[in-house]
């Protein structure tokens, strides 16, 4: 029935527009009392539809994730660390009784959840503190738990490096114990700024290992899961370096066939597996979503110019107690976070560090092939890089872009990670399956 003739039939129903939902005034009924309006804030809106995203994959639920939303002041990163730590204490505790009962099944569903929201909360929390570190800890024991429910188990893996070690995991898929000769084909996922080994679980792990694929995902320099356990291991731009210790160590397993590795970078992710596949002749396959050439053009372009370019240099401490209506809490969190990550004392220092992460004239040695990824509405910045990445491949090409209409139009397509997903592992048979 169309919304005409409702109202033709039902005089007192109106329509809020804005969402499409039709309220009925005088009801008694009351089919939702979620209301889906968002953030005011793009990032926060963002940064909620990657929690959504996962759901696909039993990350997260959307109950969950919209009830939280009404905790959080729009804009205010520690209401929203606050809040889905709560959220994601209360998903622990449930997943806890039911582990306690013997409830196997609901106990890693309800671990996966907790893991994905205790991430979320970890996103927010300020940068260098220990509610962060907190955080960071629970969404990996979470995942931890969980991993060894799932079947096969996910296994967890300590790549050694540089005096530290690099946390990983590998999902195998079912039956794998009793896989081919020479092992199955392997894809390595890179994460970006922000990303973890576990949310990667979910855009990658997962749906590889359902079309036979073994699938390892990993925290290296800069991110979080690295930085928790080796506080010195910062982001650095040659992470062709770190990528080759993980390449060694997967080569030399029975159960990976190292004639048939791959790498799949997201967001920043995408320029450390770009240097790789430049460097190292055994990535037979890249997969860049989206691919990032330049990562100071990119920062300017999200941050925004003024911003950027700031001729004040503002250092993690100056911010400290700052009001709103100086500096935005978002850019307050966000000195905090760059600065840790990369291990330099300030902002400006940090816009210097960032000219360093470019793949310039590395983008021709790339002689694999390509899958190069994009949502349309990603921004303008986004997708010129886009374009000038598949203009400048060495090797065969294929690109994507992601319609609205297809519901996969964000970043790393966080609205549709199961069309992002057919599309990349498709493409993967094709190469190397």
């Not at 048939?260 to 037979?284: I, T």
């Not at 994009?374 to 060495?394: N, T, Y």
Request: net charge negative.
């Amino acid at each position: 029935m169309t919304t005409r003739s409702l109202r033709a039939l039902l005089p007192v129903a109106s329509v809020r527009g804005e969402v499409g939902v039709v309220s009925f005034e005088d009801s008694d009924v009351v089919r939702s009392a979620i209301r889906v309006e968002g953030f005011r804030d793009d990032e926060f809106n963002y940064q909620l539809i990657r929690a959504l995203g996962v759901a696909d994959y039993g990350g997260s639920t959307v109950g969950e994730c919209l009830a939280v939303v009404a905790e959080i002041t729009d804009g205010s990163p520690r209401t929203w660390a606050l809040a889905f730590e709560r959220l994601a204490e209360r998903v622990e505790d449930r997943g806890r009784g039911c582990l306690d009962a013997g409830r196997r099944v609901s106990a890693r569903d309800h671990l996966l959840r907790a893991s994905t929201y205790y991430r979320t909360a970890e996103y927010y929390a300020e940068s260098v503190t220990d509610g962060s570190h907190r955080t960071g800890e629970r969404s990996r024991a979470c995942f931890v738990e969980a991993a060894a429910l799932l079947d096969p188990p996910v296994e967890l893996v300590e790549i050694p490096f540089e005096g530290g070690s690099l946390p990983g995991y590998l999902v195998r898929p079912a039956g794998s114990d009793a896989g081919p000769a020479g092992g199955l084909p392997t894809l390595i996922g890179v994460g970006g700024f922000d990303s973890s080994a576990e949310e990667l679980y979910f855009h990658m792990g997962a749906p590889g290992a359902e079309r036979e694929w073994n699938v390892f995902v990993f925290d290296g320099p800069g991110q979080p899961g690295c930085m928790r356990r080796n506080p010195d291991m910062t982001f650095r731009p040659n992470y062709e370096v770190p990528l080759g210790a993980v390449i060694d160590h997967l080569s030399g397993r029975p159960d990976v066939d190292a004639d048939r590795l791959a790498l799949a970078g997201q967001s920043f992710g995408s320029y450390f597996a770009a240097r790789s596949a430049a460097a190292d002749r055994r990535v037979r396959a890249l997969v860049a979503n989206p691919p990032v050439v330049d990562m100071s053009r990119y920062m300017e372009a999200w941050v925004g110019k003024d911003v950027f370019r700031m001729t004040r240099d503002i250092r993690p401490e100056d911010v400290i107690g700052v009001p709103e209506d100086l500096l935005p809490h978002q850019m307050q969190w966000g000195i905090g976070a760059i600065c840790h990550r990369f291990g330099v004392p300030s902002f400006h220092a940090w816009r210097q560090a960032i000219e360093a992460y470019r793949l310039g004239g590395l983008t021709p040695s790339i002689t694999c092939p390509v899958l190069a990824l994009v949502g349309e509405r990603e921004g303008a910045e986004p997708l010129d890089q886009f374009r000038s990445f598949v203009a400048e491949v060495g090797g065969p090409v294929t690109s994507v872009v992601f319609r609205t209409e297809d519901g996969a139009s964000t970043h790393c397509q966080s609205d549709n990670i199961r069309l992002s997903a057919q599309v990349t592992f498709d493409w993967l048979d094709e190469q190397l399956g």
